[in-house]
C-alpha cells in the first residue's frame, strides 16, 4: 500500500467516524500500525474489517493480501516496553509489520457517531415501530446528536419476547441473556429502551428504562437493573457490534469505490453457547 492509498482509506473512515468523537480519556484509536510500501504503489487497496484483531485473523489477512485492517476494538491500549513473541497480541504486531498491513480503530468513535453502531442497535430492537424521541445518553459536547449509548422511547409499547425476537434476527443470534424484571412476565410492555454497545454498565448509570439492551453487564448491574422493574437483554460484548461490520462495508464502499473490502469469516465472539 502506498501512503497515497492509506491516506485515502483513513479520510473515508473519518469521514463517518471523526476521530474526535472518540472518548480519548481512555481509549486507543486511530492508526495504529502505518505500514506501506515504498516498492509497489501500484497494489490496489484491500481492507478487512473485523471486530477484534486476533491472530486468526491476522493470518486470514496475509492470505488475502491484504493492506489495511479495520479493528474496530483498539489492540494496543498501553506503550509498549518491548516486543516479544511471547506475547499474542504483539506476535500479531510483528506479522502486521513484515507483511506491510496497516491497522486502523475507530472504537468509540462509531459508538459515539450518527449511523454508528448504537443507531444501529436503536434500529435493530425498533424494527416496525415508530419511535416517540431518540437521544445519546451521554450527548457529545460539540454534538448533541453524537455520544455514548441511546436511550429511545418507543411510540407504541411492544412485549419484552417482541424485543428479544428483533434483536436475535438483527444480530443473527440463536441465543441471549434475558433478566425478566422482577414479578413480571416475559411479554410484559417495554416503551422506553436503554441501549449500548459492547459493555453497558458504566453507560446506564442513573438511567431509567423498560429495558437495557446491551453485550455485557455485571452480575450485580442485572441484579440492580431487575430488582428495579427493569427486563435486560446481554448477548456477549462483540455480538452487539459485529453485525454492524456489513454497514460500516457499505459506507467506506461508497468512499472507496475501487477498493476491495471484505468482512473477516474469522472474527467471533471468544464466548459460545454449547
Not at 428479544?164 to 444480530?171: F, I, N
Not at 454497545?197 to 437495557?212: M, N, P, Q, R, T
Not at 455485571?218 to 446481554?234: D, K, P, Q
Request: net charge negative; hydrophobic share 40%.
Amino acid at each position: 500500500m502506498s501512503k497515497v492509498s492509506l491516506k485515502r482509506a483513513v479520510s473515508a473512515i473519518q469521514k463517518f467516524y471523526p476521530i474526535r468523537l472518540a472518548d480519548s480519556s481512555w481509549d486507543n484509536t486511530g492508526l495504529l500500525v502505518e505500514a506501506y510500501s515504498e516498492k509497489d504503489t501500484s497494489a490496489s487497496l484491500k481492507i478487512l474489517l473485523t471486530i477484534d484483531l486476533t491472530q486468526s485473523v491476522v493470518d486470514e489477512a496475509i492470505s488475502h493480501n491484504t493492506n489495511l485492517i479495520m479493528a474496530y476494538h483498539p489492540f494496543i491500549f498501553r506503550g509498549l516496553k518491548s516486543i516479544t513473541s511471547k506475547d499474542p497480541q504483539q506476535r500479531s504486531l510483528l506479522k502486521l509489520i513484515k507483511n506491510d498491513i496497516s491497522v486502523y480503530c475507530p472504537h468509540t468513535a462509531v459508538d459515539s457517531a450518527v449511523g454508528g453502531v448504537n443507531d444501529f442497535l436503536v434500529d435493530a430492537v425498533s424494527k416496525e415501530s415508530e419511535i416517540a424521541s431518540k437521544s445519546p445518553i451521554t450527548p457529545d459536547s460539540l454534538d448533541p446528536n453524537c455520544g455514548a449509548g441511546r436511550i429511545i422511547n418507543l411510540a407504541s409499547p411492544i412485549s419484552l419476547e417482541k424485543a428479544v425476537e428483533r434483536v436475535k434476527e438483527a444480530l443473527g443470534l440463536k441465543y441471549v441473556q434475558v433478566a425478566v424484571a422482577n414479578g413480571k412476565s416475559k411479554s410484559h410492555e417495554i416503551s422506553s429502551i436503554a441501549i449500548c454497545a459492547g459493555s453497558g454498565g458504566g453507560v446506564f448509570k442513573g438511567v431509567e428504562a423498560d429495558l437495557y439492551f446491551t453485550g455485557e453487564l455485571s452480575h450485580h448491574e442485572a441484579l440492580f437493573f431487575n430488582e428495579s422493574g427493569s427486563s435486560v437483554i446481554v448477548c456477549n460484548h462483540s455480538n452487539t457490534e459485529r453485525a454492524f461490520l456489513k454497514v460500516f462495508k457499505d459506507q467506506l464502499q461508497s468512499e472507496l469505490e475501487d477498493a476491495e473490502i471484505i468482512i473477516s469469516q474469522s472474527d467471533k465472539d471468544p464466548f459460545e453457547t454449547w
